[in-house]
């Protein structure tokens, strides 16, 4: 139990650098959805999973196939987005790798490409089970049970850190196969969750249309490499390589074109969501055309208002959003992002014994104050 707690704390730390770090990458972008990171899965000495037949297809070939593709149409398509690849060749780079390339990259949205399978001697049925699936950070929507129906699938592509040198310090003790280490996604504040689900609905969308059209739905998973990147990010399997039907189409150069196709019409749809959500110069503009943000007016006659900072997005949302889980948020517009605020008060003491219960439901809050229209972190 003792080691436990010892990698608990460590996790804790970890997440609450990498929400420093969010708040500082956004804080600093440019207007709009303008850098994009697309992650081939696997590469190098990692195949990923191989197909059963006789040309023994490998997951990663067909990652970066796909990936590459899309990384053209999107050149071609948006020439104002800057398309940063975790690799464009059968290399390996490690989980954190890729998740720091696109975090120094500063990019605005992070897509994995994967493809599934399943285990012959788990699954009798393994080769009539079909489709692609798309997955976000977060809770899967049992609750408390991470895994829900992808446990081995999690457990499965967080495993590729098992082939890193020293990968127990590197993760901070996170073991893929133990679901202690799996505590720390159920502790974490995903300040991107929203974006993120917002682009997987576009892609499930768009992909239905592809020659993978059966969808296995969206959802929320504990996976490493989208854990540690700090702006929206999806992890998508294209296909089964297990299916005959699935594999076709995903090895073949028209069907992986096809299938980019669809996930560039999905990022087109995303970027316009994205970019139109940034168009905001005061918290009245954003009020126009939405239904009240804000639990009560701000003051405007001097007065200081304290209070726990649980979100910052460029996402415009409802002060009783189920994301701030019961309460009431009050927004202040800063800058391109909506600062998300809740146990406001005029009296810090007041406020102080609020942030101590808000803490235990959003770990990586922290207490601001509000004047005239500034929010500044309390230390």
Not at 134 to 157: A, I
Not at 237 to 265: W, Y
Not at 304 to 315: E, I, N, P, R
Not at 345 to 373: C, R
Request: include cysteine; proline fraction near 4%; glycine fraction near 8%.
């Amino acid at each position: 139990m003792r080691h436990s707690q010892k990698h608990l704390g460590l996790f804790l730390a970890l997440a609450l650098a990498l929400t420093c770090i969010q708040a500082t990458a956004q804080s600093g972008k440019g207007q709009g959805l303008t850098t994009l990171c697309i992650d081939p899965g696997h590469g190098g000495k990692d195949p990923g999973c191989i197909s059963r037949d006789k040309q023994k297809t490998k997951e990663k070939d067909i990652a970066l196939g796909i990936s590459l593709k899309v990384r053209d149409l999107i050149r071609e398509k948006h020439p104002d987005v800057k398309v940063v690849m975790t690799r464009d060749k059968d290399t390996y780079p490690e989980l954190k790798e890729r998740a720091t390339k696109a975090n120094k990259a500063g990019a605005d949205l992070f897509i994995s490409i994967h493809v599934n399978s399943l285990d012959p001697k788990k699954n009798k049925n393994y080769a009539s089970v079909s489709g692609f699936s798309v997955h976000t950070l977060g809770q899967s929507r049992t609750g408390r049970d991470l895994f829900n129906s992808n446990m081995e699938l999690c457990k499965r592509e967080n495993s590729v850190i098992l082939l890193e040198d020293d990968y127990s310090t590197k993760y901070q003790g996170f073991e893929p196969g133990n679901p202690e280490s799996y505590i720390i996604f159920n502790l974490m504040q995903n300040t991107n969750l929203q974006q993120s689900l917002g682009f997987a609905e576009h892609l499930e969308r768009n992909l239905k249309k592809g020659p993978v059209s059966h969808s296995r739905g969206i959802s929320q998973d504990p996976f490493l490499v989208l854990w540690m990147t700090t702006m929206p990010s999806v992890l998508l399997e294209v296909g089964f390589i297990t299916n005959a039907s699935d594999l076709q189409a995903m090895r073949s150069e028209n069907g992986q074109q096809q299938i980019a196709e669809k996930i560039v019409d999905a990022f087109s749809a995303f970027k316009k969501d994205y970019d139109g959500s940034l168009h905001v110069s005061a918290p009245e503009t954003a009020a126009d055309s939405t239904p009240a943000v804000s639990a009560d007016p701000l003051p405007e006659d001097g007065t200081v208002l304290y209070g726990t900072q649980v979100l910052a997005s460029s996402k415009k949302m409802l002060s009783d959003d189920k994301i701030f889980r019961g309460y009431t948020a009050t927004a202040v517009v800063s800058g391109k992002l909506y600062k998300y605020i809740i146990g406001t008060s005029t009296d810090l003491s007041t406020a102080q014994e609020s942030y101590k219960k808000i803490k235990n439901v959003f770990p990586d809050a922290f207490m601001v104050e509000v004047k005239a229209g500034e929010v500044t972190r309390l230390k």
